[in-house]
């Protein structure tokens, strides 16, 4: 069992960064890939970026790309999302992800275990 908690969400302006941290437990994810997915309220969750196991292979949605940078420390057990130029479309909660397989996906049902997310909330 991977225990997975997420930290860091909070309010921002626009054009603001915020830096989300998903802490695991359990057992180790250096060996899995991990991702961060995001649900704003009354639309489905949707993908925002994927970290290889290795740290190597990084894949982000079009939306977050050039903004967003996900990174993992395998030492500490945890994944990161920095975010940067956030816009008020970016408020939603964030979830981190992760799948038994060493490669990155972007579909939800690719992952096997969730956190219970972090509000992030962007001000105009």
């Known amino acids: 069992q991977v225990q997975l908690v997420e930290s860091g969400g909070g309010l921002v302006q626009a054009g603001g960064s915020l830096r989300l941290s998903c802490a695991a437990s359990g057992r180790t994810i250096s060996t899995y890939a991990m991702g961060w997915f995001r649900q704003a309220p009354g639309k489905e969750r949707e993908f925002v970026a994927t970290?290889?196991?290795?740290?190597?292979?990084?894949y982000y949605a079009d939306s977050v790309k050039g903004r967003f940078t996900i990174s993992r420390d395998n030492a500490k057990n945890t994944v990161y999302l920095q975010m940067n130029s956030l816009k008020p479309e970016d408020t939603a909660v964030y979830l981190c992800?992760?799948?038994?397989?060493?490669?990155?996906?972007?579909?939800?049902?690719?992952?096997?275990?969730w956190g219970q997310g972090t509000q992030v909330t962007v001000s105009s």
């Open positions: 970290i290889s196991a290795s740290g190597g292979n990084t």
């Open positions: 992800a992760g799948r038994f397989i060493r490669s990155g996906a972007t579909r939800q049902r690719d992952y096997d275990y």
